[in-house]
């Protein structure tokens, strides 16, 4: 059998996208992103899609369970908002219940959303003599305000469009079609890839259709799709199997890389195209995040590590200087729980060999936004992204005079 990443681009997007039904929600979301588009093109505005959150791998037709990854959209979700600064028109294209831009504030949050509230004096109604005003607490309204208003314009003034997703299929359909739609933009249309999307998947035609038993079914219960052999079992521990259990053994497929079919056949003209590579040896990191360059003809893959994403990323371009640093100063560094200080500047001191002083061009660079645990690295990334944005548009629009 032939798999899909042996076969020509064209050939395995065709064969993967008939494989599956498109989404339910796709029309509706064409619908929208179109009108959302077609305003931002009128007003000449730049438009980003930036994609946001992990991407499930069901492992049933009807699914019960998943494959899923670590990600809640945090990149995506800040990103979307330093975008909006920029004067960006964003579709956002998340996950559904993974962070969101302005309100990743207050949700998924250590603290309960309810702590930043309270409740006012009871007023002098006499009909409701214990029902004062819920406010926000003082502590916390001077920077509620500043998200508040930041979110009510983005909406107010059509500058924000959310469109969720669930499975890797669901992304792959709603990614084509968005790339598709945004043709009019030309070099206004900017891709931030930034969710995490699975590397491998269950075809539909090998998927179980009904929820996968962990113990073995009655013989005049079983039906044509019940899989009663014995090398399925659970217990991996164990001597012998259990007689009345099964291990589940997964057998995936790689996910098609269409990430070039993106560069060559869905986005428009001109567009710019990123993407991330995220490793956790940083041996391994410039080199994936330079293969990936080469591979997928992107204008900037964004290589970060698991232990230090939050502090130092690097920019991976194909003109010189080639590698770039971006990191927030120590002092103006978050708090993170799963952060490695002693991994800061591993990945460029392994470059090559040999170890030397980690470099910084942009730790001079002043942060555009600050929380209340430090810098957000994404208020130094999307100004310099912006920048490498506005030097491809200056050339196409040298070459069309």
């Known amino acids: 059998m032939t798999l899909l990443g042996d076969m020509e681009p064209a050939e395995a997007e065709s064969v993967y996208f008939n494989e599956y039904s498109a989404p339910k929600a796709l029309p509706k979301h064409e619908a929208l992103a179109r009108a959302f588009i077609d305003l931002h ?30 990600s809640a959209g945090t990149r995506g979700a800040t990103s979307a908002e330093y975008f909006l600064q920029q ?75 959310l469109l969720p997703f669930t499975t890797v299929a669901e992304y792959m359909f709603e990614l084509r079609a968005m790339a598709k739609l945004m043709r009019p933009l030309g070099s206004n249309a900017l891709f931030y890839l930034a969710a995490a999307v699975s590397d491998f998947f269950i075809p539909r035609s090998r998927m179980a259709e009904h929820k996968i038993q962990s113990q073995e079914i009655p013989a005049h219960l079983q039906g044509d799709t019940v899989d009663d052999s014995e090398e399925i079992y659970t217990g991996e521990n164990e ?55 080469q591979r997928y003809s992107h204008h900037l893959v964004i290589g970060n590590l698991l ?49 030397q002083k980690p470099t910084s061009q942009t730790e001079d660079v002043p942060p555009s936004d600050e929380t209340r645990d430090g810098v957000e690295i994404e208020s130094l990334i999307i100004p310099e992204l912006v920048k490498l944005h506005d030097k491809m548009i200056e050339k196409k629009t040298q070459k069309t005079e």
């Open 41 to 70: 093109v009128e007003d000449n505005r730049r438009v980003v899609l930036v994609t946001s959150g992990g991407t499930t791998v069901p492992l049933e037709t009807q699914t019960v369970r998943f494959i899923d990854n670590f």
């Open 239 to 293: 001597i012998q199997p259990p007689k009345n259990q099964k291990k589940l053994v997964v057998n995936l497929d790689p996910v098609p890389k269409f990430l070039h079919r993106l560069v060559d056949g869905w986005a428009p003209d001109g567009s710019m195209v990123v993407s991330f590579k995220l490793e956790t040896d940083p041996s391994l990191l410039v080199y994936k995040a330079r293969t990936a360059l």
């Open 87 to 161: 004067g960006y028109a964003v579709i956002f294209l998340h996950r559904q219940y993974s962070l969101l831009p302005y309100s990743r504030h207050y949700s998924h949050s250590t603290n309960c959303f309810l702590d930043f509230m309270d409740e006012a004096p009871p007023t002098a109604d006499a009909a409701n003599p214990d029902h004062g005003s819920i406010v926000v607490r003082s502590e916390y309204q001077d920077e509620m305000r500043d998200v508040l208003r930041k979110y009510r314009y983005a909406k107010q003034n059509n500058r924000l469009l």
């Open 307 to 355: 232990s230090t994403r939050k502090w130092e990323v690097v920019f991976i371009t194909p003109d010189a200087p080639h590698e770039r640093w971006i990191r927030v100063p120590k002092a103006r560094r978050s708090k993170s729980i799963s952060g490695v200080e002693d991994q800061v500047g591993l990945a460029e001191i392994q470059k090559g060999g040999s170890a």
